[in-house]
């Protein structure tokens, strides 16, 4: 039965990721929050069907802690889950990833659609900048951003090494930092097809502000990595490991 669920869910998945990438071109003439709120209600769409065909819910801590300004969100990356949830929970956002991620048929369009920040992550010094200043341009505009520190999923009970382009774009704008943190992996693994009835809990942490104490981007990092480590040993029942550095990966 749980295999019969999650491809059952699959399916749909990928079915209505079709609908809604030609959705997206249909509406792309539009302003881009009126473009975000249609074409994210494919996230939306999906989360209910988690929740019907698969038994996965999901509960916030921390809601009443969004503010009204536009944020930078520095997010667990732990399954695909999380990125149908942050659409759900946080205001208009754009996403620093992979340009590659833009080539997919169908799916790449819908993404095109949203102004994501597409970098090269092999550009080294070019991509870091890229981030800053498309980002600057993004939250400016009244977009959230948000970016996945770790830069890959990680498998739970682990955290990653963090790469600088969130805590860069956070010390050069000065926009301030949401940390997030939850465990939806252990409903929906990474690369994983089985799906797992659960309730995934995800952590909204207190806003951090840009001022004399987290004007460095290492000293943001550090911020946010020892936040998300404590919420994750909290979430899981035990310290997670420090993952392994993937090969192809520095």
Known sequence: MLFV????F???HVLTAIIFSIISVLVWPLPFKWRYKIVSQWAVLNLWLLKIICGIRYEVEGVEKIPDEPCIIMA???????????????PPQVWVLKR??????????GLASLNPIAIDRGAGRKALNQVIEQGR????????????????????????KFGMGGAFLAAETGYP???????G???WPRH????????????IGDKITIDEKTKKASDINKRVYQWMEGQMTQLEGKQPDIAPVEKGKK
């Open 5 to 8: 669920r999650s491809l059952l």
């Open 10 to 12: 699959t399916t749909l």
């Open 76 to 90: 667990k990356h732990q399954s695909t889950w999380e990125t149908l949830a942050l659409q759900a929970i946080f």
């Open 100 to 109: 590659e991620l833009l080539w997919t048929p169908f799916f790449g369009w």
């Open 137 to 160: 341009a993004r939250l400016s505009s009244g977009a959230w951003v948000v970016i996945f520190p770790e830069g890959t999923r990680i498998p739970t009970g682990q955290i990653g």
């Open 177 to 183: 930092v949401i940390p997030v943190a939850h465990d």
């Open 185 to 187: 992996g252990k409903a």
């Open 192 to 203: 994983g097809f089985l799906k797992y009835p659960n309730v995934i809990k995800l952590v």
